[in-house]
Antibody, heavy 114, light 110 residues
Framework: EVQLVESGGGLVQPGGSLRLSCAAS????????MSWVRQAPGKGLEWVAN????????YYVDSVKGRFTVSRDNAKNSLYLQMNSLRGDDTAVYYC???????WGQGTLVTVSS | QAGLTQPPSVSKGLRQTATLTCTGN????????AAWLQQHQGHPPKLLSH???NRPSGISERLSASRSGNTASLTITGLQPEDEADYYC???????????FGEGTKLTVL
């Protein structure tokens, strides 16, 4: 059974940092590009970042470039998102996803507020 | 990044047929097609159709996806109450090197 389990969300002040993690199982993690997708309260889905199988290529939505960093550890079947200089409009549920196969985690809520 | 265009809402009666549309351009939908996702309130998205219009195992045969040019469509026949949800399309944009989503269509089953 495929599982993607996110963790690391929470309440953070504007300007603060958080690191999200995603533990993958049930498929060969190292063979796939992986993504982070977020959904602000009451809003639609927004792709945030992508990382290639070996971590050599990374892409980001314009609004997070220079603030967020995606990484992975294939030995641990894990995906990460380091989020710095957080802003109120970063408040969202963050999903870890294998977009090619349509595997999604349950999401972790990040709230940026003072 | 520019997204895909979906109608905000569609309403159909029980057991009727609904067709949802998703319009992009030659860099995304017209290039590699669009996937379709269903999301019920408070739940993560669920894949209904791959970009090649194939259904994952376990997805009802009442759902079918297709594409014509830069527009993808999802047709749901014999609408049931559980089909009431938000539906999103997604596609890889080769020019932007980004996944793009539609804004979502809220399907109401009357």
């Amino acid at each position: 059974e495929v599982q993607l389990v996110e963790s690391g969300g929470g309440l953070v002040q504007p300007g603060g940092s958080l690191r999200l993690s995603c533990a993958a199982s049930g498929f060969t993690f190292r063979n796939y590009w992986m993504s982070w997708v977020r959904q602000a309260p009451g809003k639609g889905l927004e792709w945030v970042a992508n990382i290639k199988q070996d971590g050599s290529e990374k892409y980001y939505v314009d609004s997070v470039k220079g603030r967020f960093t995606v990484s992975r550890d294939n030995a641990k079947n894990s995906l990460y998102l380091q989020m710095n200089s957080l802003r109120g409009d970063d408040t969202a549920v963050y999903y870890c996803a294998n977009m090619i196969n349509g595997y999604w985690g349950q999401g972790t809520l990040v709230t940026v507020s003072s | 990044q520019a997204g895909l265009t979906q109608p905000p809402s569609v309403s159909k009666g029980l057991r009727q047929t609904a067709t949802l549309t998703c319009t992009g351009n030659s860099n995304n939908v017209g290039n590699q097609g669009a996937a379709w996702l269903q999301q019920h309130q408070g739940h993560p998205p669920k894949l209904l159709s791959h970009r090649n219009n194939n259904r994952p195992s376990g997805i009802s045969e009442r759902l079918s996806a297709s594409r014509s040019g830069n527009t993808a469509s999802l047709t749901i026949t014999g609408l049931q109450p559980e089909d009431e949800a938000d539906y999103y399309c997604s596609a890889w944009d080769s020019r932007l090197s980004a996944w793009v989503f539609g804004e979502g269509t809220k399907l109401t089953v009357l």
